[in-house]
């Protein structure tokens, strides 16, 4: 029979070469001298040098800090959390608030001699290379913490750089591999101190299935505890997992039984190097597993945000459009994802959950006309959003795809911040027109001329160029001749509109539209002079806008005439507590405070003696409030309380229009709806539940007319 060659035999007589070399490396006292000192070691063995890697420390940063940690998102209260969201869920700790039993049962675990060698163990080494190569028994690791600690680093960097073929190689099981990481651990001991690199490790180190990283994060999940409160039993539990987070991780029940044979293993090797007493030992050996642990939930993002989910993916939605955050989408994913923020938005809680509550009481989830009731509040003057309402549960997975009752479209916000195409806006429009109207000078009660028939080309301005007529009427049929702008907005009067829009034109409005902070919400058609929304219909609300957007009108209308650009994020704090630039509201006078007075004067008419009487607020507050009803497919309300909220609500189908006539909604059937029968009261209902819970003021001076808009 042939002689067969052995198989390893290169393989056993490289890693001798490389392990000869370390030895030397070693037995100089830790101090790593060039690779060129030391020909004849590596001359031994061509193949070696290309592997030996060049003795910086790779340009690596091995600052704890800089690990990817998860962000967390605050409502205005700056404590109540919305959501947290991460790539590795992650928190990283400082070794004063890690408890000692937890150093001491990563040491016992991992590294018994961690305090005296100088970054490789050199007995270790030797033991897992005979066991290894000699004794052809399992692979050993003989792996110092300092080891550990760089694979994991050289890991994270891997995917950080979003590099595959180096993570391979920061992990696969080479002679190559573990030299490298010698090389850098020897480095990393020169630069760092056994605690510091402890630390590291114990923030780095995987201790769980999933992406569940440190030691404060594992003593969260497992416990409902933190690092520096970690007792021996605990301490052994987590410190067991790093070998096999998959296989040891204590949440998944039916690893359980060989969690708490690994957690005993970690108690006798404390006990051996003499970390605890026989007493702890015992007693913590003794307990159960199962009745020391607390699992709490780890899922995160939007998805598990509840009520405040829509809100949520408003924010996220607002970080990943804007260049404050990074220069690409994706820089901003990672720094939202890997970043460690501290994110503080502008939720108000009573006023998501008073949204989401009028919402649902409005139209229930399960409604069988599949109505969406959207509501966008905005605090005037400030830009802050406060909160939105939906009555559909948030779910961005596939199930969505299936349930009518379920999505993770915000129908409250612009296409471009994750929501739909907007709605048509009626009649809430007419607010937009009477600013208009007294900026170019003219007075709410000049008496019009009015029509059911206007030739287009009457609009004409710079931009407009019309042709053909435009027929329209007034909801009751027909016009009502000679009437002011004042009673054809207090009466919603279409055909007033148009005489108005004839004295000043088309752009007029248009230009009105924009300096109170109009935008169309479809993507990349925002703009008001777009060549869909820019035509006569425009004045009775045949545009399409988000409610948000509507919300941020009728606040410059209660903010004195200050315009602001709606933001969710007050502040941003980076891991080493410096602030991120957030995205400003730019407040500023849009519109002289005469003409927003006198507008709210004319909105609060509308609601004393016009359509707008279901909009009414409780203990008599003056409410300034607007009505609209888009043909038949989309109700709608607007309005608001100065200083406090203003708010947009509409109703009906936001994927495709379709009819409310004949439609039966919690038990109320009408032949022809209005926005006054289901869009006021659910107005009403978000704005005095909101204004009871936050117990606002009542204030009645505002919307004092003007003089020279009254004449």
Same mark, same amino acid.
């Given at each position: ?120 163990d050199v007995q270790g080494v030797l033991r897992a290379f005979v066991q290894t190569y000699v004794a052809k028994g399992d692979t050993q690791g003989g792996s110092s913490l300092t080891q550990q600690y760089v694979k994991n680093v050289l890991m994270v960097k891997a995917r950080e750089d979003d590099d595959p073929i180096a993570e391979y190689h920061a992990s696969e099981d080479t002679v190559a591999r573990k030299l490298r990481e010698m090389l850098i651990a020897v480095q990393m001991e020169k630069k760092y101190s056994k605690y510091e690199i402890l630390q590291g490790y114990l923030n780095i180190a995987q201790f769980g299935s999933g992406s569940l990283y440190g030691v404060e994060a594992a003593a969260k999940r497992y416990f409902n ?96 459009n804007s260049k404050e955050f990074g220069k690409t989408a994706q820089a901003r994913q990672k720094l939202l994802n890997e970043g460690g923020l501290e994110i503080y938005t502008t939720m108000d809680v009573n006023a998501n959950n008073a949204a989401m509550k009028a919402a649902r009481d409005t139209i229930p989830v399960d409604d069988p006309t599949g109505f969406e009731v959207t509501i966008a509040a905005i605090k005037p003057g400030t830009g802050e959003v406060l909160g939105f309402g939906i009555n559909r549960t948030y779910d961005a997975t596939d199930a969505a795809k299936t349930d009518p009752t379920r999505t993770s479209i915000n129908y409250a916000v612009d296409q471009k911040d994750g929501g739909g195409i907007g709605f048509n ?70 055909? $007033?509109? %148009?005489?108005?829009?004839? *004295?000043?034109? +088309?752009?007029?409005? !248009?230009? /009105? &539209? ?83 007075? $006198?507008? %709210?004067?004319?909105?609060? *008419?509308?609601? +004393?003696?016009?359509? !707008?009487? /279901? &909009? ?96």
């Amino acid at each position: 029979m042939g002689h067969m060659p052995k198989k390893n035999s290169l393989t056993a007589r490289r890693a001798l070469a490389l392990l000869l070399a370390y030895l030397t490396l070693c037995i100089a006292g830790g101090v790593v001298v060039s690779l060129m000192a030391m020909p004849a070691v590596f001359g031994a063995n061509n193949a070696a040098k290309a592997l030996a890697p060049s003795l910086t420390v790779e340009g690596i940063d091995f600052d704890v800090t800089s690990l990817p940690q998860k962000s967390t998102l605050y409502a205005s209260d700056g404590k109540t959390v919305i959501a947290s969201f991460y790539a590795q869920n992650r928190e990283v700790v400082p070794i004063k608030n890690i408890s000692v039993y937890m150093q001491r049962a990563v040491v016992a675990r991992e590294d018994r001699r961690f305090f005296e060698h100088a970054g490789v163990d050199v007995q270790g080494v030797l033991r897992a290379f005979v066991q290894t190569y000699v004794a052809k028994g399992d692979t050993q690791g003989g792996s110092s913490l300092t080891q550990q600690y760089v694979k994991n680093v050289l890991m994270v960097k891997a995917r950080e750089d979003d590099d595959p073929i180096a993570e391979y190689h920061a992990s696969e099981d080479t002679v190559a591999r573990k030299l490298r990481e010698m090389l850098i651990a020897v480095q990393m001991e020169k630069k760092y101190s056994k605690y510091e690199i402890l630390q590291g490790y114990l923030n780095i180190a995987q201790f769980g299935s999933g992406s569940l990283y440190g030691v404060e994060a594992a003593a969260k999940r497992y416990f409902n505890t933190t690092a520096a409160n970690l007792s021996v039993v605990q301490a052994a539990t987590i410190a067991a997992i790093t070998k096999n987070p998959e296989k040891y991780d204590p949440s998944i029940e039916s690893n359980q039984k060989t969690a708490e044979e690994q957690r005993n293993i970690v108690l006798d090797l404390m006990l051996q190097e003499k970390f605890i007493t026989k007493t702890q030992h015992d007693k913590a050996k003794a307990t159960p597993l199962k009745d020391t642990l607390n699992i709490q939930s780890v899922q995160q993002g939007c998805q598990v945000a509840g009520d405040a989910a829509f809100f949520c993916s408003y924010v996220t939605n607002q970080i990943l459009n804007s260049k404050e955050f990074g220069k690409t989408a994706q820089a901003r994913q990672k720094l939202l994802n890997e970043g460690g923020l501290e994110i503080y938005t502008t939720m108000d809680v009573n006023a998501n959950n008073a949204a989401m509550k009028a919402a649902r009481d409005t139209i229930p989830v399960d409604d069988p006309t599949g109505f969406e009731v959207t509501i966008a509040a905005i605090k005037p003057g400030t830009g802050e959003v406060l909160g939105f309402g939906i009555n559909r549960t948030y779910d961005a997975t596939d199930a969505a795809k299936t349930d009518p009752t379920r999505t993770s479209i915000n129908y409250a916000v612009d296409q471009k911040d994750g929501g739909g195409i907007g709605f048509n806006v009626g009649s809430t429009w007419k607010p937009i027109n009477m600013i208009a109207w007294m900026l170019q000078g003219h007075s709410i009660n000049e008496s019009l001329r009015t029509y059911t028939s206007y030739a287009n080309s009457s609009f004409n301005c710079s931009k407009f160029s019309g042709h053909g007529t435009w027929s329209l009427h007034n909801s009751e049929g027909g016009t009502v001749s000679q009437e002011t702008p004042l009673q054809g907005l207090i009466k919603s009067h279409n055909t $007033t509109q %148009a005489s108005m829009t004839q *004295q000043i034109g +088309l752009c007029a409005i !248009a230009d /009105a &539209a924009k300096t109170v902070g109009y935008h169309n919400a479809i993507l990349g058609q925002e703009d008001v002079y777009s060549a869909n929304s820019f035509n006569p219909p425009m004045i009775i609300g045949s545009v399409q806008a988000s409610p948000l957007t509507m919300a941020n009108v009728y606040a410059t209308i209660a903010a004195n005439g200050v315009e602001c650009t709606p933001i969710a994020i007050k502040k941003v704090i980076k891991q080493n507590g410096k602030s991120v630039k957030v995205p400003s509201a730019n407040c500023h006078q849009a519109i002289a405070p005469e003409i927003a007075q $006198t507008t %709210a004067y004319a909105l609060n *008419q509308g609601v +004393l003696k016009g359509e !707008a009487k /279901a &909009a009414q607020l409780d203990n008599n507050r003056k409410t300034f409030a607007k009505t609209g009803t888009n043909e038949q497919t989309y109700m709608l309300t607007a309005g608001f309380v100065p200083n406090q909220v203003a708010a947009f609500v509409a109703v009906g189908n936001a994927e495709v229009q379709e009819s409310f006539s004949g439609k039966t909604i919690n038990g109320v059937s009408h032949g022809t709806w209005y926005g006054m029968y289901i869009a006021s009261p659910a107005w009403k209902e978000f704005v005095d539940t909101y204004l009871a819970a936050i117990n606002a003021p009542i204030d009645n001076d505002y919307g004092t007319p003007a003089e020279q808009y009254m004449r």
